[in-house]
């Protein structure tokens, strides 16, 4: 294989060690003053903060593919509005996947409960994040690794990174350079969606709910959007409830609104509820059946949580199935090229070929659950031995993904307790694109793009998730 290309960096690398050591104090502290910030998992304190993990200076991304991310999202968002829809689509695409994927199986009675008893709600707020990398084989072009439905993060703390990095590049004398680096308006975009959506459900004392974890670490980017909520519209109050407190507390008023003792709930916000962790116990299925039922606008509503599943991506980029949810041909081709191949493991005979395609090159794929939150894949040589544990059934909890490669990119990565100086490390960025979308099957509101975010590991690692500690927050600086 060929050596993977480097793509040039904003400023000439290595930085001085002086000037480098002290840019980069001054930028931890920037990051903890402005709230780019996280709780501490290793040395919990709901007291204090440390600065969420962050590449120095921001990294390079080709202009052209960024464009492209940004203009095609009112495309996606409007997809995966019909996709949700889709009774008929979600029940055939998943049919397998639910009769040994016990989770994604909780997630679709609760979907059929409520079909069976009424959607209380016929509007739904999408809040979604499509996620590429760039790939190195088609002359870096973009190619979608994920779309995520539930939990869209990082739209808050994102929005300083453009902030604290441009700080760093004046530091380090570089303002020339700042108009390569592009606005993000993914806070103000996202809080936009929720407002609208309050304002749909037209109740003036009724309040915003935050659905949340027993311990939020990336409390920053959710008191964001709070906060900013607040800013914007004073009336407007957001509460945070886990599942199990809305199971304790919550109740269905007569015309299925939802009651929080006191408060009213026009929009349920869940920045929880997509792990199986999330529901202990039956009670917070309950509740989770509880809010589907009700007058409140969720986002995601259970057939838009379904939507975003890793087996609805799959079954749409199959041959011709873009064509049963968009009706523009130039509209169906862009699409069709930010997909890579994505191939089902169902007990079939298809799904028997992609299985004997992964065991003879398992290098060049991803294995990945319906899961969301990072952590669950299988990559390359692991894949057989992974796929060889399974029954033939159990394949159908899984789908398998080409593996994309992208292009390298260096600098500085910045983590709470880190060496000082930093050193010089290989990176690779992926880049997300928020949609707002909110309607009902029939009308939509109103669809947008909503700014980005851009996250990078060390190129080593498989994944990069920043909660986890492999990764970093990021901007892009956009390369010619
Ligand atoms: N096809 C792929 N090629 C290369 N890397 C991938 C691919 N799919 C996923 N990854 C890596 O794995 C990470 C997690 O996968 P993803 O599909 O986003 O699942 P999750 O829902 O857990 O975030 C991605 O952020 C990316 O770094
Ligand atoms: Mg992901």
Redesign the pocket.
Known sequence: MSPTPVLSSCVPFPIEERTLIDVTQKAKDWAIMHGAAMRSKANFSPDALNFAPFILTPSSFPRKEFEKAKELQTIINQLMHNVAHDEEFLTTTLAETIKVDEFTSNLFNVYKKVLANGFGQAYSLGLLRS?Y?AHILEDNSIKQ??INTVASSFGGISTHMLPLQSFVMVELGHADKLKNMPENTALSGLCGGMIKAWEVYGARKSVILFIIEDVSYNICDQRFHEFYIREQRPEIKVIRRTLTEVHKEGKLGPNKELFLGEYEVAVIYFRAGYEPDHYPTQDEWDARYMMECSRAIKCPSIHYHLAGT?KVQQALAQPEMLERFISDPEKIKAIGQIF?GLYSLDDSEVGNASYEMALKEPEKF?L?PQ???????VYGVDIPDALRKMSRVERAAWIL????QPPISQGYMIRPGGKSPPEIVDLVS?LGIFGVILGDVDNVICNYQAGHMLRT?LSTA???GVAAGLGALDSPYLLD
Not at 401 to 404: E, F, G, H, Q, T
């Open positions: 996620d990398l690794v994920e890793k890579t991803v990945k899961r969301e939150g990072g952590g669950n894949n993904m080409d593996l994309i992926e590991k498989n994944e990069g």
